[in-house]
């Protein structure tokens, strides 16, 4: 039985997953003049990362990508088997909801909760407790949206700028 999160990223003082550079890295020194800023990119860059895993996520009913979940500075949680023939509707305000209140230096945490998540994005092939056999490829769905976070972080300290020149216009 799997613990913690079934599959998932974290993104954590600017790293997604592995990645190697710290946040304060990966921006320029205009993000860096002010907290507001470091934040702001972070956040920003945290949600394009959830929405991006959402979109390569597989999809069959709706449940997988109905339970991802996010939490902050917590540990990831158990591989839910109750969500199966729960609502399978997404709900992104919860993900922004949790993703509003981080700040550079938190650890967020996006997880699926279905327990088979772990079986799409590793793959599995042999027979499961249940008897089942499958040959099952990995999906690496998380994996390549975790690789894409430098991108991630660029892309959000460009529209934070464009979008304080906007203002100042």
């Known amino acids: 039985m799997a613990r913690g999160p079934t599959t998932g990223v974290f993104a954590r003082s600017g790293r997604a997953s592995q990645g190697a550079a710290r946040f304060a890295s990966q921006v320029d020194e205009w993000v860096n003049q002010?907290?507001?800023?470091?934040?702001?990119?972070?956040r920003t860059a945290t949600l394009?990362?959830?929405?991006?895993?959402?979109?390569?996520?597989?999809?069959?009913?709706?449940?997988?990508?109905?339970?991802?979940?996010?939490?902050?500075?917590?540990?990831?949680?158990?591989?839910?088997?109750?969500?199966?023939?729960?609502?399978?509707?997404?709900?992104?305000?919860?993900?922004?909801?949790?993703?509003s209140n981080a700040k550079d230096g938190d650890r967020v945490l996006l997880s699926y909760t279905m327990k088979y998540a772990r079986r799409l994005e590793y793959g599995f092939v042999g027979t499961d407790s249940l008897g089942r056999t499958y040959n099952q490829p990995p999906l690496a769905w998380n994996r390549l949206a975790?690789?894409?976070?430098?991108?991630?972080?660029?892309?959000?300290?460009?529209?934070?700028?464009?979008?304080?020149?906007?203002?100042?216009?």
Do not use: C, H
């Open 48 to 99: 394009k990362l959830a929405r991006l895993m959402q979109s390569t996520a597989p999809y069959d009913t709706g449940a997988l990508r109905a339970s991802l979940v996010a939490t902050i500075n917590a540990p990831p949680p158990v591989a839910d088997k109750s969500r199966e023939g729960a609502p399978t509707s997404y709900n992104e305000a919860a993900i922004i909801g949790v993703i």
């Open 146 to 169: 975790a690789a894409q976070w430098s991108r991630l972080v660029s892309e959000s300290a460009a529209e934070a700028k464009a979008s304080v020149a906007a203002r100042r216009k």
């Open 34 to 42: 002010t907290e507001a800023r470091v934040n702001a990119v972070f």
